[in-house]
Nanobody
Framework: QVQLVESGGGLVQAGGSLRLSCAASGTIFSINTMGWYRQAPGKRRELVATLSTGGGTNYAEFAKGRFTISRDNAKPTVYLQMSSLKPEDTAVYYC?????????????WGQGTQVTVSS
């Protein structure tokens, strides 16, 4: 079983920065994609950024230029450095890992960490 544990959320003023971490444990296929999604109250969960083991990245438009995703494959852990935060970035941020094997697609989620940006 795979477990993802997020940390680093909290309350920050607009313009500030936060760094989220997500530590993965369990049996994870060596070729995978880790990433971050977020869900604000009353809204659907949306992509923030993903990063594959091969180094490919995918950022949401709102994240480009402000957020940076990185990972340590040895741990494995994925990070999200967020800067120039805005009140609209307030949401629960979820970590995700997924991969495809012969038997199908596997996907796991963390429990989420709250990020609140005050104006």
């Amino acid at each position: 079983q795979v477990q993802l544990v997020e940390s680093g959320g909290g309350l920050v003023q607009a313009g500030g920065s936060l760094r989220l971490s997500c530590a993965a444990s369990g049996t994870i296929f060596s070729i995978n994609t880790m990433g971050w999604y977020r869900q604000a109250p009353g809204k659907r969960r949306e992509l923030v950024a993903t990063l594959s083991t091969g180094g490919g990245t995918n950022y949401a438009e709102f994240a480009k230029g402000r957020f940076t995703i990185s990972r340590d494959n040895a741990k494995p852990t994925v990070y999200l450095q967020m800067s120039s935060l805005k009140p609209e970035d307030t949401a629960v941020y979820y970590c995700n890992v997924n991969w495809i094997q012969i038997l199908g697609r596997y996907e796991y989620w963390g429990q989420g960490t709250q990020v609140t940006v005050s104006s």
